[in-house]
């Protein structure tokens, strides 16, 4: 949209709205026009991300017994349904989750079921970044996770025993009394990973803030501090990167009133978690023109920018994906 914060509500019984941010205090509802309106469903859980690694907001949500979606934004704020068949099949969804549960760089979406009537079990996507194409989505075995008679009320995720790993904490109820289940993941410790936590002008966590980390090999990856994925749930308020054999070389965290900080990681800082503070007023936090910020980028104007698009970077890495 623009670089102030809207607001996207994925509502039940009517439409979607999705707020644009005039900067002037005033809102105006372009659902309609952006694409995301989905006036026939029932919206239950949503979730922000950066799917196909262009810098620009993505989302995805469930519907209550119908399709779910996975909207790209494109040029102009327009959003495109990308999601398939699998991927839509209606369920009755509570909670939508997205992370990077096995830290290999690509997004998991987790689709958090409530079996009110009869099995609905829990389902998980990987939603990969492809050159020239729309990101590559992949059902996975959720294992326990999976949980076909779960009466799942809501879950979220972070990283409960400081390894770095993302775990998955799920709550059960309302239409019958299940316990909380806290599942570990199985795959992926030895993958590198950063998490990065803003923090506001008053020391609070960032809500709204959003975190790009420029990677040595794989590009840039975009994380947003939302504040929820469902019904009675909230997430972490933190930016959790997985980066597989990759290393972060800059980090650019945005607040929702247009303040910026970009600065430098260093390699001891990799697998640990680094907090970001408001800048001070009249702080500058820029880079030097000799700064590193990996593949596909360079230094402009004290930041990084693309010099290639992602779809030139993934083919110039085509040989390490096979």
């Not at 239950?44 to 519907?63: Q, S």
């Not at 500058?284 to 023109?289: H, I, K, N, Y």
Request: charged share 20%; aromatic share 10%.
């Amino acid at each position: 949209m623009t670089s102030m914060s809207d607001v996207f509500c994925d509502n039940e019984n009517g439409n979607n709205f999705l707020f644009k941010n005039n900067g002037d205090g005033i809102f105006v509802d372009v659902a309609k026009q952006a694409g995301v309106e989905d006036r026939y469903q029932h919206g239950r859980g949503v979730a922000l991300a950066d799917f196909n690694g262009d810098g620009k907001t993505d989302i995805v949500y469930g519907n209550w017994n119908g399709p779910h979606r996975l909207f790209l934004q494109g040029s102009n704020s327009m959003f495109r349904n990308v999601a398939t068949g699998g991927f839509a099949t209606p369920s009755p969804i509570r909670t939508v989750m997205v992370a990077d549960f096995d830290n290999d760089k690509e997004l998991e979406v987790f689709f958090n079921n409530i079996a009110y009537r009869g099995n609905a079990p829990n389902k998980l996507f990987r939603v990969s970044r492809r050159a020239n194409a729309d990101p590559l989505i992949q059902e996975l075995h959720v294992g326990d996770a999976a949980e076909p008679q779960g009466r799942g009320t809501g879950g979220t995720v972070t990283d409960i025993d400081g390894d770095g790993q993302l775990d998955l904490l799920l709550a059960h109820g309302e239409s019958a009394q299940q316990p909380i289940s806290v599942f570990k993941v199985t795959q992926g410790s030895s993958n590198n990973w950063l998490r990065v936590i803003p923090r506001t002008q008053f020391g609070s966590f960032a809500r709204g803030a959003k975190v790009t980390a420029f990677t040595n090999q794989s590009g840039a990856h975009t994380r947003i501090i939302d504040g929820g994925s469902g019904y009675l749930c909230e997430m972490e308020p933190v930016a959790h990167f997985g980066l597989g054999s990759d290393m972060v070389k800059v980090l650019e965290v945005s607040w929702p009133d247009g303040s910026t900080i970009t600065r430098t990681v260093q390699a001891g800082e990799m697998n640990s978690v680094v907090e970001v503070s408001y800048p001070r007023e009249g702080e500058m936090f820029t880079l030097a023109s000799d700064t590193q910020c990996g593949k596909g980028f360079v230094v402009k104007n004290g930041h990084c920018a693309g010099r290639q698009t992602l779809s030139n970077l993934l083919n110039e890495m085509k040989y390490s994906f096979i």
